[in-house]
């Protein structure tokens, strides 16, 4: 009679059990799934994160080299340069010297036709023989005077006004020479001459073109350029003039001839820095026997001054301009970022001097992005070979 029950007692355990298993099992299943996603959700948070730290590329502050490049914009004038203006009125007859044209001491570049000039230079040699006859009819008149008096056949009140009379018409006749020769001085200003060896750079004028001289508006007939040489002229400012002194050299470059570079030797400085512009004016000489370079050009110049090694060199593209003042990004072992306010002793260019705020054994960033921050961990390009700033 109670052999049922068992069984069914029997059957529940089991059931139990079973329903237990399956709970394990599922919770098993449940933890294994979501520690598979915490893991893979970990792992694209770290690659997001690899993926967003930036690569830079670190280079090492340098003090080497016994000498620091200084480029500064100058400007190349000609050894000598002389604007032509006429000096007489008339007008152009002809002109024999065009610009590029090579010309000589003395050479005739344009003759003048003055006509109201040999006008006047006529009736002022009219006017000299005038007072010439008249001189010689004083002279006469008053040596036959003075024999008079010797004589006492006239006065002496009579005598001495002819002997004034005399130095009247001297005088008169002086004048009138000094009238003729300053109209045929004039009338040899008809001829335009260059006033050195030299060559042609402009031209305003033609053939029947009306010439006046003496105008505030009178322009150049010619201008006339030696180029043998060549003086550059370029601005240094003042805390590098005390490094301009003679031993100093200087390189050029011109836009229209990159890949070659001009020799350049102090000739003189200015001694004096302006005071609007903060430079010193420093004049170079360049030879340019061969004519490649030409007045009123732009070029750039380098110079080559002593390093003192008293501060370090970082290139400009280092730099980065912040609230605080100038800055640079050190990257320490860990490739955590420190940013760093400096102070720059001087610019060079393409190259700063650092005056504070570095040490020569700092890593710093080269070209940081604009968003780097301090504390931001960076990933190093080519780790383990750190470059220098003058390499």
């Known amino acids: 009679m109670h052999e049922p029950v068992k069984l069914v007692v029997r059957d529940n355990r089991k059931l139990r059990r079973a329903g237990l298993i399956g709970i394990a099992v599922a919770v098993v299943v449940v933890g294994a799934g979501m520690t598979t996603r915490l893991f893979a959700k970990q792992e694209l948070k770290n690659w997001t994160a690899e993926q967003a730290m930036p690569t830079v590329s670190v280079l090492r502050p340098s003090v080497d080299g016994a000498q620091r490049p200084l480029s500064l914009p100058a400007s190349v004038e000609a050894w000598s340069q002389a604007p032509v203006y006429a000096r007489t009125n ?10 590029g044209t090579p010309v000589k001491a003395g050479q005739i570049l344009a003759e003048i036709d003055t006509p109201d000039v040999d006008q006047q230079v006529a009736a002022s040699t009219a006017n000299l ?3 010439v006859a008249q001189l010689k009819l004083a002279e006469t008149t008053a040596q036959r005077w003075g024999k008079l008096v010797a004589q006492d056949a006239v006065s002496k009140q009579d005598a001495e006004e002819k002997q004034s009379d005399l130095a009247v018409r001297r005088a008169m006749a002086n004048a009138a020479q000094a009238d003729v020769d300053r109209l045929r001085t004039l009338q040899s200003f008809r001829r335009i001459i260059a006033p050195f060896d030299g060559v042609v750079t402009s031209r305003s004028t033609d053939v029947g073109a009306l010439i006046v001289s003496g105008t505030a508006a009178a322009r150049p007939l010619f201008t006339v350029a030696d180029t043998k040489k060549m003086r550059v002229y ?14 100093v050299t200087a390189t050029l470059v011109l836009p229209e001839y990159p890949d070659r570079t001009f020799h350049a030797t102090l000739l003189n400085t200015s001694e004096s820095v302006n005071d609007t512009s903060g ?27 002593p390093n003192t090694g008293s501060s370090v060199l970082v290139p400009a593209s280092a730099l980065m301009f912040r609230p605080q003042g100038m800055t640079v990004a050190v990257v320490d072992s860990n490739g955590r970022v420190k940013l760093r ?16 705020g570095l040490s020569p054994n700092d890593n710093i960033v080269d070209s940081p992005p604009d968003a780097l921050a ?12 750190t470059s220098h700033a003058n390499s």
Not at 374 to 385: K, R
């Open 234 to 247: 370029v601005h240094v400012p003042q805390n590098f003039s005390a490094d301009i002194k003679p031993g």
């Open 341 to 356: 306010v400096i102070k720059i002793a001087r610019d060079f260019g393409a190259k700063v001097e650092i005056a504070s």
């Open 279 to 305: 430079s010193m004016l420093v004049q170079l000489e360049v030879d340019n026997s061969d004519g490649m370079l030409k007045p009123g050009a732009y070029a750039q110049v380098t110079f080559s001054l």
């Open 374 to 385: 301090d504390g931001d961990q960076v990933h190093i390009l080519d780790s383990g070979q």
């Open 90 to 99: 008339g007008y152009l007859k002809a002109w024999y010297a065009d610009i």
């Open 129 to 131: 023989a005038t007072a």
